[in-house]
C-alpha cells in the first residue's frame, strides 16, 4: 500500500508540475490572442484609412491632370490670340497714315506704326498674367497629389507590417495552442480554449492535486508510525 501512495503521490506531483507548466504557457497564449485582436483591429482602421487615402489621391490626380488641361488649352488659345492680334496688328498698322485718324483711336499721331513690340506689350503682359496663374494652379494640384501619394505609401506600408507581424504571431498562436493540448493530453485533461474562466480551473485542478499529495504524505506517515 505504501508502494501504491508513493507513485499516486509521484504522478500527481508530475502533474502539478505539467500543470504550472500550461498555466505559464496559457499565458503566453491568451497574451498572443489580445495582441492578434489588436493587430486586426489595427489593420481593420489602417484599411478603412487606406480606402480615404485612395480616394483622396484620386481625386488629386484627376485635378492635377485638369490643371495641365486647362494650361495646355490656354497655351493654344494665347498662341491663336497672339497669331490673331498680330495679323490685325500688321493690317492695321499698313492702313494708318499721318495726319489721318486711326480707326481703332482717332489719333492722328501713329508713334506705335513702326513699333510692333510697343503695341503688343499690353497684350504681352495680359498672357504673361494669365499663363502664370495657370501654372501656379498647376504646381498646386502637383503639390497635392505628392502629398496625397505620399499618404497613400505610408498607410500601404503600415498596413503591410502590421498585416506581416499579425502573420507571424498567428504562426506562434497555432504552434502554442497545439502545444497545449498535447501537454493537457499527457495527463489526461482536456483544454476547452473557448472557456472564460480556463485559468482559474486549471488553479483550482492543481490545488485539488496538491492537496491530494499532501494527503498522500499524510496517509505514509501513518503507515510508517
Known amino acids: 500500500k505504501l508502494a501504491d501512495l508513493n507513485a499516486i503521490s509521484e504522478q500527481k506531483i508530475q502533474h502539478i508540475h505539467k500543470i504550472s507548466l500550461i498555466q505559464q504557457q496559457l499565458k503566453q497564449w491568451f497574451e498572443l490572442k489580445q495582441l492578434q485582436e489588436q493587430q486586426l483591429e489595427q489593420l481593420q482602421k489602417l484599411q478603412n484609412e487606406?480606402?480615404?487615402?485612395?480616394?483622396?489621391h484620386t481625386e488629386a490626380s484627376q485635378a492635377l491632370s485638369k490643371a495641365k488641361q486647362t494650361r495646355q488649352q490656354l497655351q493654344i488659345i494665347l498662341q491663336q490670340q497672339q497669331r490673331l492680334h498680330d495679323a490685325n496688328i500688321e493690317k492695321l498698322r499698313e492702313q494708318l497714315k499721318q495726319d489721318e485718324a486711326c480707326i481703332v483711336c482717332g489719333s492722328l499721331e501713329h508713334p506705335y506704326r513702326t513699333n510692333a513690340q510697343a503695341i503688343s506689350k499690353s497684350l504681352f503682359e495680359l498672357q504673361q498674367q494669365q499663363e502664370q496663374e495657370a501654372l501656379e494652379k498647376e504646381q498646386q494640384a502637383l503639390d497635392a497629389?505628392?502629398?496625397?501619394?505620399?499618404?497613400?505609401?505610408?498607410?500601404?506600408?503600415?498596413?503591410?507590417?502590421?498585416?506581416?507581424?499579425?502573420?507571424?504571431?498567428?504562426?506562434?498562436?497555432?504552434?502554442?495552442?497545439?502545444t497545449l493540448s498535447s501537454q493537457a493530453s499527457d495527463i489526461a485533461l482536456q483544454l476547452d480554449f473557448e472557456q472564460k474562466n480556463l485559468q482559474l480551473n486549471l488553479n483550482t485542478l492543481k490545488q485539488e492535486y496538491e492537496q491530494h499529495v499532501h494527503d498522500f504524505k499524510q496517509q505514509q506517515q501513518q503507515l510508517l508510525t
Open 50 to 56: 487606406q480606402s480615404t487615402c485612395q480616394n483622396t
Open 145 to 178: 497629389e505628392k502629398n496625397a501619394q505620399q499618404a497613400l505609401t505610408k498607410v500601404i506600408i503600415q498596413h503591410q507590417q502590421i498585416a506581416s507581424l499579425f502573420e507571424q504571431n498567428k504562426e506562434k498562436f497555432v504552434v502554442l495552442q497545439q
